[in-house]
């Protein structure tokens, strides 16, 4: 079989335990877990001699490398509880810019993209226990949180500006330090300037979302 650019950039070792991409393997980067991960930690090195690294504990994803998205995909689960052995620590390099998608949500994840430039993030429904710092924007950059999300906290530094969008209603809601408890139908909220300026987060929330946080840093 011939090997294609992108595959040849990428290193998979140790039963597939550790994963490398090698820099230059794109102008910019696509994270994709394609059907969740439970108990991430994700963050950017700008010392990171790679285009990115991944280190897993427990029955480890399937990789692939297509272009730019580097391809995460966990297998079934076989045996009961065997979600509690898994672990995954990803680090992102600073020199491209990334776009991060979790299809099927996320839970127990801490993801720190402080350091990066960021395209988009998106997490499918249920994404719960979730921690995310985010980095100053360039443009206008989506988030997007599928229904149900639970346990959600969102931070941002203290001058960008956000608009929030709820579709569907949720309950136990802080925007910008207004507890606002619970809101019904659709919602849309607003920081100060946020017509004003070129650079902001445009964040999209599903139905019945609860304990969820947007702030500043």
């Known amino acids: 079989m011939q090997m ?21 393997a794109a102008p910019a980067g696509r994270l994709v877990f394609a059907n969740g991960s439970a108990a991430l930690r994700l963050r950017a090195d700008a010392e990171l001699g790679e285009m990115a690294h991944a280190r897993f504990t427990g029955t480890p ?8 998205t580097l391809t995460f995909r966990y297998p ?5 509880l065997e979600w509690r052995s898994r672990r995954a620590d990803v680090t992102l390099t600073t020199s491209v810019p990334w776009d991060v998608d979790f299809r ?10 402080s350091w990066v430039e960021l395209l988009g993030l998106r997490f499918g429904g249920g994404a ?13 950059v989506p988030i997007s949180i599928g229904g149900g999300a639970s346990q959600v906290t969102l931070r941002r530094p203290p001058e960008v500006p956000v608009r929030l969008q709820i579709r569907g209603g949720a309950s136990k809601l802080v925007f910008d330090e207004q ?19 070129p650079d902001r987060y445009e964040i999209t929330i599903g139905g019945g979302a609860s304990k969820l946080t947007v702030g500043v840093v």
């Open 179 to 197: 507890t606002l408890g619970a809101v019904g139908g659709r919602t849309q909220l607003q920081s100060d300037g946020f017509r004003e300026v």
């Open 104 to 113: 099927s949500g996320a839970a127990a994840a801490e993801v720190d993209l």
């Open 4 to 24: 294609t650019d992108a595959t040849k950039h990428l290193t998979v070792t140790d039963e597939g335990h550790e994963v490398s991409v090698a820099l230059g």
């Open 61 to 68: 994803p399937k990789v692939t490398l297509d272009a730019e």
């Open 128 to 140: 719960s226990e979730v921690t995310v710092l985010l980095p100053p924007p360039v443009g206008t």
């Open 76 to 80: 079934r689960i076989s045996r009961p």
